[in-house]
């Protein structure tokens, strides 16, 4: 396997302090997948071609998230499935380069390729439907940005889609996923996502969130989750742990490939060892490792 390491010598790249200081739960997720796919992501911060599957994902979330916006009695399918294409519109016009996604080869507009994607996102959108009534909620957030810093030092933030409080008080982390539940054995990941916000949440409030809930537009299943402090401890312990090997890989410059069967939707393949690539030239300071 390959591996990538940057020059001792300190006297290029930014300063210390633009070193890596806080940690998602996306990064996170990159790191444990591949480190240097967190490299590439977070310190060198290589172009990644949008996709037109996560483009249709920030869609759906927007329609989700502002379908809120009207009264209980008026947040129904017919709605949120016009919604779609406006909130496209609003998305195009702050990344006029997604348009690329909908073009021929030679540049020419495929306007059925855009038909066909605008229709996909309205099924999505629908789905939801079947999965919860939002004219029986009333989130208490929606996209709630989160922040909060460990005794350590490290900074952990990210996006909650919803937070719902119950009267009783009860805390209820709900996320939405467009694509499909993993099979158990694979919902490590996505249960580790919900864990860290729950964590970065018990840390700023003082209560462990009652359930933490995934909500799969793409197969139509909710998965539910009741955390109690010893699982937040585990993964608070697990985050720090973590962020130890991204300090020294940072430190060091190491940050090794891993493949996965994800490897063939990298963008980045081209710098990558496994393939062949070469990385760019690390643009921190290093220290040899110990």
């Known amino acids: 396997m390959g591996t990538t390491t940057g020059k001792a010598e300190p006297a290029a790249g930014p300063p210390k302090s633009d070193r890596p200081a806080s940690l998602s739960p996306s990064r996170a997720a990159d790191f444990m997948r591949c480190p240097l796919l967190y490299r590439f992501r977070v310190i060198d911060k290589l172009p990644e071609k949008p996709s037109a599957a ?3 994902g920030t869609v759906v979330h927007a329609v ?9 009695a008026e947040r129904t399918a017919p709605r949120a499935r016009a919604m779609v294409p406006g909130e496209w519109e609003r998305l195009l016009a702050a990344k006029p380069e997604l348009a690329e996604l909908f073009k021929e080869e030679g540049g020419a507009p495929a306007p059925e390729r855009l038909a066909e994607w605008l229709t996909g996102a309205q099924t999505l959108v ?10 029986r909620l009333e989130p208490a957030e929606r996209e709630l940005f989160v922040e909060t810093e460990l005794e350590s030092g490290l900074t952990l933030r990210g996006i909650i889609d919803r937070l719902d409080i119950a009267p009783t008080g009860d805390v209820r ?18 249960l580790f996502q919900m864990k860290f916000y729950a964590l970065v949440l018990w840390r700023l409030r003082g209560t462990v969130p ?4 995934l909500v799969y537009l793409g197969s139509g299943d909710v998965l539910t989750y009741d955390p109690d402090e010893r699982d937040l401890l585990a993964v608070e312990r697990k985050v720090q742990a973590l962020w130890e090997a991204i300090r020294m890989a940072t430190e060091t410059g190491a940050f090794l490939p891993r493949q996965t069967k994800l490897c063939g939707w990298c963008d980045h393949q081209a710098h990558c060892p496994e393939f062949g690539g070469t990385p760019p030239p690390y643009p921190l300071p290093t220290v040899p490792p110990q």
């Open 64 to 72: 989700l998230e502002r379908l809120f916006d009207a009264p209980a």
């Open 210 to 213: 009652r359930r933490l809930q």
């Open 173 to 190: 982390i709900v996320d939405y996923k467009t694509g499909k539940a993993p099979a158990p054995q694979y919902s490590g990941e996505a």
């Open 54 to 56: 996560a483009t249709r």
């Open 126 to 135: 629908e789905q939801w439907f079947s999965l919860e009534d939002p004219t």
